[in-house]
């Protein structure tokens, strides 16, 4: 039967070439966010600045955060614990660079900073002189800096003697060019290199270092060597070859667990739909070959014989489509990469990574696909009786069994329980990752019944397309009645493309609304002051306080912290934000129900009501917080503010928040005018006060702006892989189409023979596209409805999502054209010739 089963792929080439498409572009889209996962879960970022140190030291970036309660223990229990990732910089103490020194096998330590600048209008790092071998970097002119002096990289144009302006750490003086340096190869980020007391004070953490590099001697065992330093780093990360890139880039590291996440949710929902379509159009092929099937049956041939044939013609298939799908699937993959880095989602330093493992896993859920949609196919026409596949050959009529009653069932029941959750658990923005999963559940539970609605459906609407389609309506309305199984099948990926594709979007436009009306309404500042180097002075807030129209100003830091007391099972990280006292009540728009932002100083913190109430903490009690780069505080609770649900941050003073934040100040100053100042008076004020310092000084729209872009970027990380999935959708629909379409030319022929027109045969085809874009767009705005409304409900207090309306009426449009496109082109093509021809020739 093997034999027969590649013999009769010569023959039923519109069926190879459709359940081909189908396979190909599910295993590629699979492979591609396969080689995402892979690069995520790498994290590789080839070193720069230390590629000559052969291992680097550099902070733990995580900690043990406690998983059950200790006032839960029984006598004998442990504690149990999980890694959580700290959002800031850990730094070391220089004292480990003179540790590591007695360490045996190392020839030398060298400690090293690195700080944001600013020089000559350009953004740059700085360094201490002392680590410019960590590249290495040599002098090519001049001498080495002392104090005031700077060495600057050979492609920066200037030249020992030149003076130039730095800005960095809040503030700006000038320096001395006192040499030129180059590198064996440039690095991304111009580098200049101070003395090491410059240095030090510029960074704002002298004392410290962001990585240590070490260098062993001549011979040495680096892997044995590695292992000692580790002992007595006590805690720290030792890393050596690629790895080392993470200790320069964090970013690499930090966007690498985000990029997991993304392939993650992106390849699932792939696997989903590629099995979803490839059921689908092998069950649509199976059923176009029923009279065949049906004959081989009356002749003899036995049930399994019968599956044996239907799976190895499926097979034979899939092994091809994933076969080329796995040597086009790293192109795909590095293509999203590269859109990913230039939309700032990955940093570039990031390198893409993709073996053969994804290229398997592609490979492996397409084939399984394959397997599964052939085995009940050929089981199903295996079960029939030879008698009853003669009889039901010509159309299919049969759809209802106990296996897709069971699936729908429980897929609804799931969606369901998803929606429930989704209402009466779920708060704000956070409802969206019960609410998406939602969408694929009810496509599947409505896809298991598509047959059954959409004759419902037809018969609704057989009377409006009687009178307004006439005769030609009518015939598309009896041919959908009588095939529905038929046209089910291209129903049903129109119903998926429309269901994820609105569900997916408006999901995504509502929550990047939220965010931006929360933000909006949260911040009443009229101006805002932005570093252009490293951060704001601490005491450029009392100068702008002292600008004549000045209401208040405070600085704004933002970061995460950790609840350690009293313990909170759901804490992963809460998001923090660090104010001035002085200009907190003026510049944002904080509802406090109790006690006072004007106490928000030293340790204290300010509390959301409903984080209050779930600590079970008032004003005067304490917490127990481990800030953002791992600092353990105790900070009592000042105050207790009403915030918008989903959105609320606890409030810490500014000057607790940014010292342990990677910048180690505040990033923005936010200004609010007097009631008698006009704003735009006074932002002209603002330039004029900071004229020659290194800020920036932007309107309410800037900062508002600003803080869009920012919910942009993630907005359209969405919009892409979505966009992918949805492509790979609209492929199947047009797949599905063509090929029910070009297996009616017998059928067309017939009826111009009976005496319609081929004007007539097309107008009829064209009504029976229009229904069934009709019924698949219906049934997708259905679908989306169930993971939509909840989401809106508890976010947004409305069944209406926040977005354009003609992003749906672009959705529906484009699902419209295509239905139409791929039944009247095939259709055309299949009504060419003589319709005797046609009536006498096979379905191919």
């Not at 290199?193 to 260098?215: E, H, N, T």
């Not at 069950?283 to 176009?288: G, I």
């Amino acid at each position: 039967m093997l034999r027969l089963a590649f013999r009769t792929l010569r023959l039923r080439k519109g069926g190879f070439i459709g359940t081909f498409i189908a396979v190909f572009f599910g295993a590629l889209i699979v492979a591609s966010c396969g080689g995402l996962m892979e690069t995520g879960i790498r994290g590789n970022a080839e070193p720069q600045r230390l590629a000559a140190a052969p291992i680097v030291v550099t902070g733990g970036q995580t900690f043990e955060l406690p998983k059950n309660d200790p006032a839960s223990l029984e006598p004998g229990d442990k504690r149990k614990f999980e890694d959580a990732r700290l959002p800031e910089r850990v730094r070391l103490d220089d004292g480990l660079v003179s540790r590591l020194r007695s360490v045996s096998g190392v020839s030398d330590v060298v400690g090293e900073v690195s700080f944001p600048l600013a020089a000559g209008g350009k953004s740059a790092l700085g360094h201490a002189w002392d680590s410019a071998v960590l590249t290495p970097y040599a002098l090519l002119e001049g001498v080495a800096p002392a104090a005031g002096e700077v060495v600057v990289e050979s492609t920066s144009g200037f030249e020992p003697g030149d003076r130039i302006d730095i800005a960095a750490h809040g503030a700006s003086e000038g320096f001395r060019v006192s040499g030129v340096a180059g590198a064996p190869r440039p690095g991304t980020r111009a580098a200049l290199f101070f003395s090491a007391a410059d240095a030090a004070r510029l960074s704002g953490y002298p004392g410290k270092a962001d990585v240590i590099g070490v260098f062993t001697d001549p011979g040495a065992d680096l892997e044995a060597v590695q292992g000692k330093v580790a002992e007595v780093a006590n805690g720290a990360n030792v890393l050596t070859g690629i790895d080392r890139g993470v200790a320069e880039f964090p970013e690499a590291d930090a966007s690498g667990t985000n990029l997991i996440v993304i392939a993650a949710v992106s390849g699932g929902l792939s696997v989903m739909v590629a099995m979803f379509v490839v059921a689908g159009t092998l069950s649509l092929s199976t059923q176009q070959r029923s009279r065949e099937l049906a004959l081989m049956r009356a002749i003899g041939t036995t049930p399994r014989q019968l599956r044996r044939m239907v799976l190895g013609e499926a097979l034979a298939v899939g092994l091809l489509a994933t076969a080329l799908a796995a040597v086009l699937g790293p192109y795909l993959g590095e293509w999203l990469f590269g859109r990913l880095a230039e939309n700032g989602v990955v940093p570039r330093v990031l390198r893409f990574y993709q073996g053969w493992l994804p290229a398997v896993v592609g490979a492996g859920a397409a084939m399984l696909a394959v397997f599964v949609a052939a085995f009940f196919a050929g089981r199903r026409a295996g079960k029939i009786r030879p008698t009853e596949a003669l009889a039901e050959a010509a159309v299919a009529r049969r759809w209802l069994t106990p296996a897709r009653v069971l699936f729908a069932v429980l897929c609804f029941g799931g969606g369901t329980a998803l929606a429930i959750v989704t209402v009466a658990v779920m708060t704000g923005p956070v409802a969206a990752s019960t609410a998406g999963p939602a969408v694929i559940l009810w496509a599947l539970g409505v896809a298991m019944i598509t047959p059954g609605v959409a004759k419902v459906m037809t018969a609704v609407l057989q009377w409006p397309m009687r009178l307004f389609g006439g005769m030609a309506g009518h015939l598309a309305v009896l041919n959908i009645r009588a095939g529905i199984v038929r046209a089910a099948g291209a129903v049903t990926p129109i119903m998926l493309a429309v269901g994820i594709a609105t569900a997916n979007i408006y999901l995504q436009t509502t929550q990047q609304e939220l965010a931006n009306q929360a933000f909006t309404e949260d911040v009443r500042a009229d101006a805002v002051i932005a570093s252009a180097a490293g951060g704001l002075s601490p005491d450029l807030v009392q100068r702008i306080q002292a600008v004549p129209g000045v209401a208040g100003a405070s600085e704004y830091v933002t970061s995460s912290v950790f609840l350690e007391d009293p313990y909170d099972s759901s804490d992963d990280g809460r998001p923090a934000i660090g104010l001035t006292a002085t200009g907190a009540a003026a510049t944002t728009d904080t509802k406090v129900i109790q006690g006072d932002l004007k106490a928000l100083t030293g340790t204290t913190v300010a509390l959301p009501e409903v984080f209050a109430k779930d600590f079970g903490r008032n004003v005067g009690d304490k917490l127990s917080l481990r800030l953002g780069d791992g600092t353990p505080v105790d900070v009592e609770v000042v105050a207790v503010t009403s915030q918008r649900p989903g959105f609320e941050s606890l409030l810490l003073p500014a000057g607790l928040l940014a010292p342990h934040t990677t910048a180690g100040l505040a990033p923005q100053l936010l200004v609010r005018a007097a009631p008698d100042v006009d704003p735009a008076v006074l932002t002209e004020r603002l330039r004029q006060a900071t004229a020659g310092q290194p800020v920036s000084v932007g309107d309410r729209d800037a900062l508002v702006a600003a803080h869009a872009k920012d919910q942009a970027v993630g907005a359209w990380v969405n919009y892409l892989m979505v966009g992918m999935i949805v492509a790979y959708t609209v492929i199947s629909v047009a797949n599905t189409l063509v090929m029910a379409t070009m297996r009616r030319r017998r059928e067309f022929g017939l009826q111009r023979l009976t005496g319609s027109t081929r004007a007539q045969v097309l107008r009829m085809a064209g009504y029976e596209g229009g229904l069934v874009a009709l019924l698949g767009i219906v049934l997708g705005t259905v679908v989306s409805a169930g993971a939509i409304v909840p989401f809106c409900l508890v976010a947004a207090d409305s069944v209406l999502p926040m977005g354009s309306p003609f992003i749906y009426l672009t959705i529906i449009g484009i699902a419209a054209v295509l239905a139409l496109v791929a039944t009247l082109v095939p259709a055309w093509l299949a009504t060419r010739g003589q319709a005797v021809d046609a009536a006498t020739s096979g379905s191919d």
